[in-house]
Structures are given as C-alpha cells and as structure tokens.
C-alpha cells in the first residue's frame, strides 16, 4: 500500500497527509483534556515527548517490533498523564495551565539532559516505521473509540465537567476521577502520536516539543471548535496545510500565521465548528435530504 | 557568596516581577493571560535600545521605550482583544493573543534578523565593596528603578481616581460599569501600564544582560507569568513577591544545584507551591458561587 502511494503520489504531499494525520491523534487527545472536559492544559508538548522518546529508545535500544515500541511509548506517556494528574487536577484554569506548562518544560530540560536521549544533540537513527497506512489507519481507530467514548456515560460525565463542575459533582460525579481519567487518556493519545512522529521524522531533538508546539496544538483545537471531532479535525487540516500554502509569502509567513489567528478568532469567536458533533452533522445531512418537514 | 548570588537574584527577580505586574493587573480585571505581554517587553528592549544607540542617555530611552510600549499595549488591546470581549469564550482570546505573539515576534526577526545585538555600555558598569561583598553599580540603579516604579504604581493604584477605577474593575466589571466607569478606557489605561513596566523591565535587562533579540520574551514571558501565578494571580504585591522570590530561587538553584536545569527550577518550584497553596502565596481563595 505505501509502495503504490510513493509511486502515484508526490512526496512533498503524502508527507504533508502523514503530519495531518499524526496531528489529528494529538489534538484529539488535547481536544480530550481541554475541549470536551473544559481542563486547559498548555503542555501537550511534553507528553507527546515522552512518547516519542520512549518509543524511539524501545526500538533503537531493544529492537522492538514497531506495534511494541508505539504501545510502549504511548503507555510511558498516560502513566506521567496519570501521576501529574492526581496532585494537579485540584488546581483550576488558569493555575492548571501553568502547571502544564511547567511539566512540559521540566519534561522538556530533562530530555537535555538525558543520555540514552542523546541530550541537546538528540536522538538519530529511529527506524522510519511510520507510513501514510500505519498513521491513517490509527486515526481511523482513534476517531473510532474517540466517538464511542463520548457517546457513552463516561464520555457525558466528560462534557457535564466542563459545563459546571458543581452541578456535575451534585449529580454524582466523581469529578477528580473522571478528569484524571481525561487527562491520562488524552496523555496517551499525545504518546502515541509521539511514538509516530520520532519514528516518522528518525531524528528528534528536545526542541522539537518546546512551547510552541503545546501552542499550535491548542491553537487547532480551540480554532476549529473546542469540543468537537471533526471541528478539531478541520481547525489540524487547516492550521498543518496553512503555513504550507503561505510558502508563497516565505519569509512574511510567520507574520500571515499570527495575523490570521487574530482575524480567524475575531469572526470566529467559538471556533470555526464550535461544539458541532459527528451527531449533529448526521442530523444536518438528515435535514438537508429532505426527509420531514 | 551567598549575599552576591542573593543580589544577583534579586536583579533579576525584579525584571520578572515588572514583566508579571502586567500579566497580573490584566489578568485581574478581564482574566486574559496576554500572551503578547512577552513581547511588549521585548520590543521595550529594543526600542531602548534603538534610542541608546541613536545617542539619547538613558534615562531618555527608558522613559522612550516606556511610552512606545505604552501606545502597543493600547493598539494590541484594541485590535485583538476588545472586539473579542463578551462574546467569546476565554479561550478564543487566549488564541488571539497567541497570534499577536507570533505576529509581533516575528516582526522583529524580519527587522532585524532572529540574532543577538549587543547592547552599548551605556553605564559604565563598576563594583564596589560594601564589606566582604562585591557589588556593581549597574545592579544598584536596576533595583532602584525597579523599586521607584513599584511603588509609583502602587500609589497609583491605591491613591488616584483610575486606579480605584481599575481595583474597581478587577472586584466586579459589570457592577463597575453601573457605576460610571468607563470600563472600557480603564481597561485599556490598564494594557498601557502593565505595557510600560514591562518596557521597563526590558531596557534594564538588556543593559544588565548585554544582549537583546527577538525571541528574548517567550522564556521571559512564562518566567514571569509563572511568577504572577506564583503570588497570586490578580495581586499586585503578589506579582512583586512572587518575581523577586523566584529570581532568586532560580540563581540560588544555579548557583548551588546545576545550571543545566536552569530553566526547570523556576517551574518546579511554581508546581510544588501550587500543589500546597493552589491560589497562589498571596491570591484569595474565593468560594464557587452555584
């Protein structure tokens, strides 16, 4: 299947296709944690480093079979979702942001200091396991359970936190339960798309995972409607193609990119699909065919 | 060496805390983290820096930058936030704030180049011995500006007619509104403010540091906010206690721990506070309203 795709397809796309589809587990995760459960979380980042890491190190260290090696990574990274997440998750908005924050920064100057991590040189020589079928395939699954998740009680418990977390404790939510749970589940999203990304790209760097990138993760889910699958879907088409497509402006690209936040934000102020469900689009369609009056 | 390292993290520790009374005070009255505080500060920097270099003394640029800073403050409000205000989630501003961020660092890299500059000697830096201590002069005018511009400030706040607008304001903004204030010039004198302290802090550590570049406020930024949030955020003598004890746990864990962690000792230090004081060492815990 990826020896016909490299074939028909132009490099420079199915490479652009590989990163959409590494984003959408990311923001899907992120979506988790500060879209659906309302916990602003600024250190994505951080997480999908320690997937990355520890996937890269399971394969080049103890020759591990790719599936082994991506499990492992995303595994290392829920377990630290779950440990920062019990002390932290008592802590609220704006608090719990910096927080995340600073665990990614921490997680970040540890991995400059980290040996078998190649400290500030980084990591090279990952296998490059990653193709466009492993990664598609997985965002398929992970769209998949995302949905069911959501669906489902836990999944309602979800939305009813971010809604009003007085009124959800009243209805008997064990609310630090259910947020830890969000948070260690979106953790491991962010791990598993880690494990793709190093064994995608075969060189990572702590850099790699700084700030900037737990920003334009956030920036994906919040511009494309916070809460929202396919919202969070489109706001990581847009936001991975757009500064490919603003290339033409070059140098001014970073410049278009703010400027076009700002703007985007302005005539958009819940998102571009702000809370709209796989549900609801369904109903729309339903509508739209006619069927009723 | 403990006084001298002391010193030292207070020199620094002042520039957080100019930097996290912007994020503070604008923080307290519409609960934006501006994003775009980092690089007010950094364009501060510069703009002291082009002034210094065009000959003026420095006294001139730092009083210059704080009046450029000023007037960015005010447009970054206008433009990028206000027409956000009341019909957005947070969130959407925070996002705004992100793009003005971008926008205006990367502005300076394509003035400038993303490289260090060198900043003149303008002061002539020499020490003093002040009993078994080394001290330098240029440390000594840094705290002295620091200091004079906090306690303006808090006079300010606690004596003129606007700033009991803006304790207004951060108490209770609708409630402000029925009262006369205009809430939305206070909310834009209090960009300008927090904007010209940061400017302040800007020009100083470009003096002190010798170096200014374009990426200069995105560490500064976190440092400072992670400061304010350390006070407490929305508590002005929060935001000052708050920079100042983690500029100097930052130089003391340098000097005495390891200077390869240097960027992680503020953040671990913030994380194990907020997990015993979750409102911060001088925030109020209020009680949730149902």
Known sequence: MDAFLNQTIDAYYLRIMIIIGINIILALGLNLITGVTGQLSMGHAGFMSLGAYASAILSIQLDAPFALALLGGALVAAFFGFLIGIPTLRLEGDYLAMVTIGFAEIIRVFFLNFGPGGKAVGLSGIPQNTGFTVVWLLVLVVIILNRQLLTSRVGRSFYAIRENEIAAESCGINTTRVKVLAFTVGSLLGGLGGGLYSHYMYYINPQDFGFMKSIELLNMVVLGGMGSIPGTIIGVVLLTSLPEMLRIVDEYRLLFYGALLVILMIFRPNGLLGDVRIYDIKKWWGKKGGRGT | ?290
């Open chain 2, 1 to 290: 060496m403990f006084w001298e390292q002391l010193l030292n993290g207070l020199t620094l520790g002042s520039s957080y805390a100019l930097i996290a009374l912007g994020y503070t005070m604008v923080y307290g009255i519409i609960q934006l983290i501006n994003f775009a505080h980092g690089e007010v500060y950094m364009f501060g920097a510069f703009v002291g820096l082009f002034l210094v270099t065009a000959g003026a003394n420095i006294f001139v640029a730092l009083l210059g930058a704080m009046a450029f800073c000023m007037l960015l403050g005010m447009l970054i409000e206008r433009v990028a936030y206000r027409p956000l205000r009341g019909k957005s989630t947070r969130l959407s501003a925070l996002i705004s704030a992100i793009g003005v961020s971008i926008f205006l660092s990367t502005l300076m890299v394509l003035y400038r180049g993303p490289n260090t500059t060198r900043y003149p000697a303008v002061l002539g830096d020499s020490t003093f011995q002040l009993g078994s201590l080394q001290v330098s002069t240029l440390q000594i005018i840094i705290l002295v500006i620091a200091a004079l511009l906090m306690v303006v400030l808090e006079l300010a706040i606690k004596k003129t007619r606007v700033g009991k607008a803006m304790r207004a304001c951060s108490q209770d903004l609708e409630a402000s509104k029925l009262m006369g204030v205009n809430v939305n010039r206070i909310i834009s004198l209090t960009f300008a403010t927090g904007s010209a302290l940061a400017a302040a802090g800007g020009v100083m550590v470009g003096i002190y540091y010798n170096a200014v570049w374009p990426y200069m406020g995105t560490m500064a930024g976190l440092k400072a906010f992670a400061a304010a949030v350390l006070g407490g955020i929305g508590s002005v003598p929060g935001a000052m206690i708050g920079g100042l004890s983690l500029g100097v746990l930052e130089i003391m864990g340098i000097a005495y721990l390891s200077s390869s962690y240097k960027d992680a000792i503020a953040f671990a230090i913030l994380i194990l506070v907020l997990i015993i004081r979750p409102q911060g060492l001088l925030g109020q815990k209020l009680s949730k309203k149902v």
